[in-house]
C-alpha cells in the first residue's frame, strides 16, 4: 500500500526532528570520548578534531592520582545494595497491595505514594541528627538507607501499576491445583513482573549511582566516597587536568550506559504494560 504525499512528509519530519535529537544525545558522549585521549595542550588546539594518538594516559592519571578505581567500588557496593534490597522489599509490597483483598491496601497505597511528594532534601537534617545517635554516620548505611527510602514509593508506583494489569485468573486457577501463595508470587506473577521489576532495578540504580548529596554529606572518610564526590575532590586536586577530569568522567557514566543498553527493552516494557489493564 502506497503512502500519501502528505503521509511521506509528515514522516519524513519526524524521522528528521529523531535524527536531530539523536545527534543532541550522543554528540556530548563522542566528544567527551575523544577529548579523555588528548593532552591538555591538544584540547584547546584541536578541540573538535580526533586526537592525534590515542594514549590511556589520561585514564591511568584517574585510576591512579585520582583514586577513581577505589570511588568507583565504593559506589558499587552502595548502589548493588540499595537497588537489591529496594526490589526485593518493593516487589514483596506490590504484591501484597496489588493482588492480595483487604481493606488498607487502597489505603497503604496511598501512603507509599506520598512518599514521591516529599524532596530528598527535607530529609536531610532528621537523617542527619538519626544517624549521628545511632552512630551511623561514614557507614555505607548512611547512604543505603536512604537510597532505598527515597527509591522505594516509586518502585511501589511502577511494579503495582504493572501487577494490576496481571490477570486474576491466572492465581486463581493456580490457586485451585493446590498452589499456595508463595508459590503463586514466586512461581507466577514474579516470572511475569519481570520486566517491571527490572525498570525498577534500572532506574534506582542510576540515580544511586549519580547521586551527590547524601555521600556528600553522610561520607568523611575519604576512602569511602561514591565517585560523583570522588570526582569533585579531583576536580580541586588536579583543577588544571582537564583531560584527567574528563577521562573520570568518561569512567563514571559507562555503568550507567552499560547497563541502559543492555536493559533497555526490559525498561520499555516495564514503563508501558501498566498503562492497560489486561
Given at each position: 500500500?502506497?503512502?500519501?504525499?502528505?503521509?511521506?512528509v509528515?514522516?519524513?519530519?519526524?524521522?528528521?526532528?529523531l535524527?536531530v535529537?539523536?545527534?543532541?544525545?550522543l554528540?556530548?558522549l563522542?566528544w567527551?570520548?575523544?577529548?579523555s585521549?588528548?593532552?591538555?595542550?591538544?584540547?584547546?588546539?584541536?578541540?573538535?578534531?580526533?586526537?592525534?594518538?590515542?594514549?590511556?594516559?589520561?585514564y591511568?592519571?584517574a585510576?591512579?592520582?585520582?583514586?577513581?578505581?577505589?570511588?568507583f567500588?565504593?559506589?558499587?557496593?552502595?548502589?548493588?545494595?540499595?537497588v537489591?534490597?529496594t526490589?526485593i522489599?518493593?516487589?514483596?509490597a506490590?504484591?501484597?497491595?496489588?493482588?492480595?483483598?483487604?481493606?488498607?491496601?487502597?489505603l497503604?497505597?496511598?501512603i507509599?505514594l506520598?512518599?514521591?511528594?516529599?524532596?530528598?532534601?527535607?530529609?536531610?537534617?532528621p537523617?542527619f541528627?538519626v544517624?549521628?545517635?545511632?552512630?551511623?554516620?561514614?557507614?555505607?548505611l548512611?547512604?543505603?538507607?536512604p537510597q532505598?527510602?527515597?527509591g522505594?514509593?516509586?518502585?511501589?508506583f511502577?511494579?503495582c501499576?504493572?501487577?494490576?494489569?496481571?490477570?486474576?485468573?491466572l492465581?486463581?486457577?493456580?490457586?485451585?491445583?493446590?498452589?499456595?501463595v508463595?508459590?503463586?508470587?514466586?512461581n507466577?506473577?514474579?516470572?511475569?513482573?519481570?520486566?517491571?521489576?527490572?525498570?525498577?532495578a534500572?532506574?534506582?540504580?542510576?540515580?544511586?549511582?549519580?547521586?551527590?548529596?547524601?555521600?556528600?554529606?553522610?561520607?568523611?572518610?575519604?576512602n569511602?566516597?561514591?565517585?560523583?564526590v570522588?570526582?569533585?575532590?579531583f576536580?580541586?586536586?588536579?583543577?588544571?587536568?582537564?583531560v584527567?577530569?574528563?577521562?573520570?568522567?568518561?569512567i563514571?557514566?559507562?555503568?550507567?550506559?552499560?547497563?541502559?543498553?543492555?536493559l533497555?527493552k526490559?525498561?520499555?516494557?516495564?514503563?508501558?504494560?501498566?498503562?492497560?489493564?489486561?
Amino acid at each position: 500500500m502506497k503512502r500519501k504525499p502528505v503521509e511521506k512528509v509528515w514522516l519524513f519530519i519526524k524521522y528528521f526532528f529523531l535524527i536531530v535529537f539523536t545527534i543532541m544525545c550522543l554528540y556530548p558522549l563522542v566528544w567527551l570520548f575523544l577529548a579523555s585521549f588528548k593532552t591538555n595542550q591538544e584540547l584547546y588546539f584541536n578541540t573538535w578534531g580526533l586526537p592525534e594518538s590515542w594514549s590511556l594516559t589520561n585514564y591511568m592519571n584517574a585510576v591512579v592520582k585520582g583514586g577513581v578505581i577505589r570511588y568507583f567500588g565504593n559506589s558499587v557496593i552502595i548502589a548493588v545494595a540499595a537497588v537489591l534490597v529496594t526490589v526485593i522489599l518493593a516487589t514483596m509490597a506490590s504484591y501484597a497491595i496489588s493482588r492480595m483483598e483487604w481493606k488498607l491496601s487502597k489505603l497503604t497505597y496511598g501512603i507509599f505514594l506520598l512518599g514521591m511528594m516529599i524532596p530528598v532534601y527535607a530529609l536531610i537534617i532528621p537523617l542527619f541528627s538519626v544517624f549521628k545517635s545511632m552512630g551511623l554516620l561514614n557507614t555505607y548505611l548512611s547512604v543505603i538507607i536512604p537510597q532505598i527510602a527515597v527509591g522505594f514509593p516509586m518502585a511501589i508506583f511502577i511494579i503495582c501499576g504493572f501487577m494490576d494489569s496481571i490477570p486474576k485468573d491466572l492465581e486463581e486457577a493456580a490457586v485451585i491445583d493446590g498452589c499456595s501463595v508463595y508459590r503463586c508470587f514466586f512461581n507466577i506473577i514474579l516470572p511475569i513482573a519481570k520486566s517491571s521489576i527490572v525498570t525498577v532495578a534500572v532506574v534506582q540504580f542510576i540515580n544511586v549511582w549519580n547521586d551527590l548529596l547524601l555521600p556528600r554529606i553522610f561520607l568523611t572518610d575519604s576512602n569511602m566516597m561514591t565517585l560523583p564526590v570522588g570526582l569533585t575532590n579531583f576536580q580541586s586536586m588536579y583543577s588544571t587536568d582537564y583531560v584527567g577530569e574528563i577521562a573520570a568522567v568518561i569512567i563514571t557514566i559507562i555503568p550507567s550506559i552499560i547497563v541502559y543498553i543492555l536493559l533497555h527493552k526490559n525498561i520499555m516494557e516495564g514503563m508501558v504494560a501498566g498503562a492497560v489493564k489486561g
